[in-house]
Every structure is written in C-alpha cells, then in structure tokens.
C-alpha cells in the first residue's frame, strides 16, 4: 500500500496571509487529488494533476505536482476564512488499483 | 450533476442494534460505490469496495459481518452496522464512481454522522 504524508497537520493564519500544504510520498502516483472537506460533510474535490510538473490554478489555490509524481503542493494566496477546513490529497493505492487512499491531511484554519 | 446522497445523515442507536445507512447516486449510474469510516480529526479510512451485483470486497481489519454491504442497484447501495457498539461511534462516507469513470473519479456523499450509546 502507499502511503501520502501530508504536512503541516494543523496550520492556523491571519486572513490575507499566503500558505503552502505538501503532500508527498515514497512512491510515484499516477494522479493526485486535492479535497477540501468542511465538518460534517463529504470531501469535495478540488483538482486532479496528472502529469509531473503540472500546476493548475483554481482561483486563489495553485497546485502543483511534482516532477516525479511523488509530490504535490497546495498554495493559498491571500488566505480567507471561508477557506478554513480539512485539506486532504488522495491518489490511486495502486496502478491498477481501484481503490484511493487519502492522506492524514492539513486542518486549515483562517482567522478574520 | 454527479450528486451523491447519503441517508440519515444523523443516527443515534442502543448499543446491540443494527442501523443501516443508505448511500444513493442521484443523477448517475454507479457500478462501483466505496464506503469509508472518519473517526474525529483523522483522515478518511476505506472500509469496502462494493460493485453492484456482487460481493464487496472488505479492507484488512473491516468485519463484513459486522459492516453488511448490499448495491443491489446502479444507484444505491447500502451498509448495515449489526449490533452496534459504542466503537463504531463515527462518520461514514460513501463515494460513487460512474459508470465508465475512471479510477481516480469518484464522488462523496455528505456522510452520516453515527452515535453508538
């Protein structure tokens, strides 16, 4: 089974700071997931990368995946606290796999 | 589109009785759901894999006598906690892939919180 490590767990920030949550692994991923998850609910997804080097931008959140597809990288700019929640990345267990596992993930708290 | 529901969304039960929860795919077909378990502050753990008209297949650790997995359709399939315990206190969250969705597709219900007495 592989295994993503997520860092820091917990990260608590003034609004309008930048931050930047990893994701890494020992082994290489296919793809890789970004969630965000609010409490009580599901996760909802917020990107898939899936080639090495890629960077996608969704609004004020930039990821990237790294170039050996071990790694991947969530960047807030100009933090606000609707982005407060619970960050988890997910990548197929694997190749041929069905199954995806989730890191630990990043709480995320914005203050105002 | 592509929306997952889950029912109830809240349960409390008496410790020795079976609670089933529903997971249900709205607007597409899903021949592969997965049922996952969130203990508070900890990450989402994957309990089963079910495919509609099969058996689920159940994680190392995941009693499936305990934890009955029914998708006897397209768009529902069901887990059922048999005489439940205060341990199986939790939240439960089901994902469902469409069909012809690619590994990484998946989409989460909004979980049902569950309290065990």
């Known amino acids: 089974t592989q295994l993503l490590e997520q860092s820091p767990q917990f990260l608590s920030i003034q609004e309008g700071e930048n931050l930047t949550v990893y994701c890494n692994s020992s082994?290489?991923?296919?793809?890789l997931q970004w969630y965000r998850q609010e409490p009580g609910e599901g996760p909802v997804l917020l990107v898939t990368?899936?080639?090495?080097?890629e960077v996608k931008k969704l609004k004020r959140l930039t990821f990237q995946f790294g170039d050996a597809r071990k790694d991947s990288s969530l960047h807030i700019t100009a933090a606000q606290p609707g982005d407060t929640g619970l960050y988890l990345c997910?990548?197929?267990?694997?190749?041929?796999?069905?199954?995806?596992?989730f890191g630990k993930g990043t709480r995320l708290h914005i203050l105002p | 589109g592509a929306v997952v529901s889950q029912h109830p969304s809240r349960v409390i039960c008496k410790s020795g009785t079976s609670v089933k929860i529903e997971c249900r795919s709205l607007?597409?077909?899903?021949?592969?759901m997965f049922w996952y378990r969130q203990f508070p502050k900890q990450s989402l753990m994957l309990m089963a894999t079910?495919?509609?008209?099969?058996?689920?297949?159940?994680e190392q650790g995941v009693e499936k006598d305990k934890f009955l997995i029914n998708h006897a359709s397209l768009t529902l399939s069901t887990l059922t906690v048999t005489s439940a315990h205060p341990e199986d206190s939790s939240f439960y969250i089901c994902?469902?892939?469409?069909?012809?969705?690619?590994?990484?597709?998946?989409?989460f219900g909004p979980g049902t919180r569950l309290l065990v007495l």
């Open positions: 082994s290489v991923f296919s793809s």
């Open positions: 079910s495919n509609e008209g099969s058996k689920a297949t159940y």
């Open positions: 994902s469902a892939r469409p069909q012809g969705g690619g590994k990484e597709t998946q989409y």
């Open positions: 997910a990548g197929p267990n694997k190749p041929r796999d069905d199954k995806i596992i």
């Open positions: 990368v899936v080639t090495g080097g």
């Open positions: 607007d597409f077909q899903a021949t592969t």
